[in-house]
């Protein structure tokens, strides 16, 4: 079997994120934000820093050891596109060590530019 990919998709990496984390464009933002999520949990600090735009991307991204979150799954529970901007809400599972799962949910941003899209921040909703 294939390695899935951790976005959910129940695609293997290879066909699903694999290739967006090489440097081909994510279709929509949707698209953007599961290989976002497949990078924190591959631990990509790279792709992440690509795929956050240039207004609002920190300077850098660092794993802790100490902290490191078990990433157990994806939601997405909506996608509205309009024009070259879009929201994208989702709720991310995990778990910190022995700890309780924690049910992280987000109302995330992107925007495209030149064909490409980008993480652009976190709304509260």
Known sequence: MADLCPCGSGRGYAACCGPVHAGALAADAEALMRSRYSAYVREDADYLLR?????????????????????????????????????????????????????????????????????LDAISS
Do not use: K
Request: net charge positive.
């Open 51 to 119: 795929s956050w735009h240039p207004s609002t991307r920190p300077p850098a991204i660092a794993f802790d050891d100490g902290g490191r979150p078990a990433w157990l799954g994806l939601t997405v529970s909506r996608h509205e596109a309009r024009g070259d901007t879009a929201e994208v809400e989702f709720v991310a599972r995990y778990r910190i060590g022995g700890g309780s799962a924690v049910r992280m949910r987000e109302h995330s941003r992107f925007v495209r530019e030149d064909g490409q899209w980008y993480y």
